[in-house]
C-alpha cells in the first residue's frame, strides 16, 4: 500500500464505548496530524507529532487520546465521546516540520457517535 | 486573529467557464498560501500554493491570485471539467512550518454538462 491509511473508514459507537482509530503511512515522513473534519467547519487540527514526540495538542478534550508508537503509525484512542463528537477525523503525515512541504492526508474514518 | 474566511460556500459553473473562489485572512504574519482539493471519499490533497513574495502562481488550468494589501488570496479554475467538481479548501500558515494549516470552511464546486 502507499500513502496514508486509515482503518477503519467507518465506526459507529455509543459514548460508553471505548475505540481506537488507526493510521499507517508510507511515505517515509517523520510528521504525522490528527484533524476532525465537521459539515461546514474548517478542518480543525487536533494533535501533531514529529518524531514520535507529541508537539501539538490543541486543546483537545481528554476523551481523545493520541498515541504514536513509531513515525510510521499513529492512533487515536477515544472513550466516552459525545454526540458533537460525530465527524470525519483526518490523518495526514508531511515529510517534517519546520518547511513548507504538503501535507498528505488520508481518507478518513467517517465516525458516528450515538 | 487566526481565522481564513472563503466564499461561496458553494460554487456551480457551466463546463468550459471560470472557477473563481475567494479567501481572506486577518493576520499578516501568515506567509504560506496553500489551496487542498477534496473528492468524496478522499482526503484533502494539496492542489497548488503559493507565497506572498509572488502575486501569481500558475499551474496549468489552476490560478492562485495573491493581493497582499488586502490579505485576500483566490484560487481561479480555467476551462473547468466536470472532473474538477470537489470540494476546495483555502489554507495559511505562519513562521518557517506548515504544521499549524489555518483552513478555511471550504467551497463545493460543481461543474454541469
Known amino acids: 500500500e502507499t500513502g496514508v491509511t486509515q482503518t477503519p473508514r467507518h465506526l459507529v459507537m455509543g459514548m460508553t464505548n471505548k475505540k481506537s482509530l488507526k493510521c499507517e503511512q508510507h511515505l517515509g515522513h517523520n510528521a504525522m496530524y490528527w484533524y476532525k473534519q465537521s459539515a461546514k467547519k474548517p478542518l480543525e487540527l487536533m494533535f501533531v507529532?514529529?518524531?514520535?514526540?507529541?508537539?501539538e495538542n490543541n486543546s483537545v478534550p481528554s476523551r481523545f487520546s493520541p498515541e504514536c508508537p513509531n513515525s510510521s503509525h499513529l492512533f487515536l484512542h477515544l472513550h466516552t465521546l459525545q454526540p458533537e463528537d460525530s465527524a470525519l477525523y483526518l490523518c495526514?503525515?508531511?515529510?517534517?516540520?519546520?518547511?513548507?512541504?504538503?501535507?498528505?492526508f488520508g481518507p478518513g474514518t467517517r465516525l458516528t457517535v450515538l | 486573529q487566526q481565522q481564513v474566511k472563503q466564499s461561496p460556500q458553494s460554487l456551480i459553473v457551466q463546463k468550459g467557464g471560470i472557477s473563481i473562489i475567494n479567501c481572506a485572512y486577518e493576520?499578516?504574519?501568515?506567509?504560506?498560501f496553500p489551496w487542498y482539493q477534496q473528492f468524496p471519499g478522499k482526503g484533502p490533497a494539496l492542489l497548488i500554493a503559493i507565497r506572498p513574495d509572488v502575486s501569481e502562481k500558475k499551474e496549468g488550468r489552476f490560478t492562485i491570485s495573491f493581493n497582499k494589501s488586502a490579505k485576500q488570496f483566490s484560487l481561479h479554475i480555467m476551462d473547468s471539467q466536470p472532473g474538477d467538481s470537489a470540494t476546495y479548501f483555502c489554507?495559511?500558515?505562519?513562521?518557517?512550518?506548515?504544521?499549524?494549516?489555518?483552513f478555511g470552511t471550504g467551497t463545493r464546486l460543481t461543474i454541469i454538462p
Open positions: 493576520n499578516t504574519a501568515f506567509d504560506y
Open positions: 507529532y514529529n518524531f514520535k514526540e507529541q508537539t
Open positions: 489554507a495559511a500558515s505562519k513562521g518557517f512550518g506548515n504544521e499549524k494549516l489555518t
Open positions: 495526514a503525515s508531511s515529510p517534517r516540520l519546520g518547511s513548507y512541504n504538503e501535507q498528505f
